[in-house]
T-cell receptor
Framework: GAGVSQTPSNKVTEKGKYVELRCDPISGHTALYWYRQSLGQGPEFLIYFQGTGAADDSGLPNDRFFAVRPEGSVSTLKIQRTERGDSAVYLC???????????FGPGTRLTVL | DAKTTQPPSMDCAEGRAANLPCNHSTISGNEYVYWYRQIHSQGPQYIIHGLKNNETNEMASLIITEDRKSSTLILPHATLRDTAVYYCIVRGLIPGTYKYIFGTGTRLKVLA
């Protein structure tokens, strides 16, 4: 079956611009997670949704980062006033429930020039 | 901070067993040990998880010590395609602990 998909696969933007990254979870998965991964590091947790609500957003680095999941399926990670330090691979994962293993998408590579 | 420590790198000969260790000395009674791997430029791939009993699936075996302070992931017959970064993660089942906290993992290189 279809796995987690993320679009775009690559995004290049300029410092100060706004970007949106999309995640399509596996159908029926109620839990959705966002992580980001810098070069040479393990993924770093950003936010977790259970259904439509953000159950844990403790990993969002600052108020420039925001994520939504309005219908409990697709999620969008939004980054305002991008900075060069935001350059990373942004990973999305979904799971059937909060107690299950997470299935990761291929990621979106964001480059801020 | 990650609750696990792993060696930064390991080599293994193709066809031999790869044994990847992980220390998680502060693990709580309700926390599971998960293993993932990440092949270059892909998202992490689930391998196996366990609580206190040894586990085996089609990919690997997981051996957890009796005191649960460490574990070993075993790839019984490593192939070149097993070259990847392997992450050991401790994860709970209570609110606030569902997220994965990754360390820097072990870079396994399988040699022909």
């Amino acid at each position: 079956g279809a796995g987690v998909s993320q679009t775009p696969s690559n995004k290049v933007t300029e410092k100060g611009k706004y970007v949106e990254l999309r995640c399509d979870p596996i159908s029926g998965h109620t839990a959705l997670y966002w992580y980001r991964q810098s070069l040479g590091q393990g993924p770093e947790f950003l936010i977790y949704f259970q259904g439509t609500g953000a159950a844990d957003d403790s990993g969002l680095p600052n108020d420039r980062f925001f994520a939504v999941r309005p219908e409990g399926s697709v999620s969008t990670l939004k980054i305002q006033r991008t900075e060069r330090g935001d350059s990373a691979v942004y990973l999305c994962a979904s799971s059937p429930g909060r107690h299950n293993e997470q299935f990761f998408g291929p990621g979106t590579r964001l480059t801020v020039l | 901070d990650a609750k696990t420590t792993q060696p930064p790198s390991m080599d293994c000969a193709e066809g031999r067993a790869a044994n990847l260790p992980c220390n998680h000395s502060t693990i709580s009674g309700n926390e599971y040990v998960y293993w993932y791997r990440q092949i270059h430029s892909q998202g992490p791939q689930y391998i196996i998880h366990g609580l206190k009993n040894n586990e085996t699936n089609e990919m690997a075996s997981l051996i957890i010590t009796e005191d649960r302070k460490s574990s070993t992931l075993i790839l019984p017959h490593a192939t070149l395609r097993d070259t990847a970064v392997y992450y050991c993660i401790v994860r709970g089942l209570i609110p606030g602990t569902y997220k994965y906290i990754f360390g820097t993992g072990t870079r396994l290189k399988v040699l022909a």
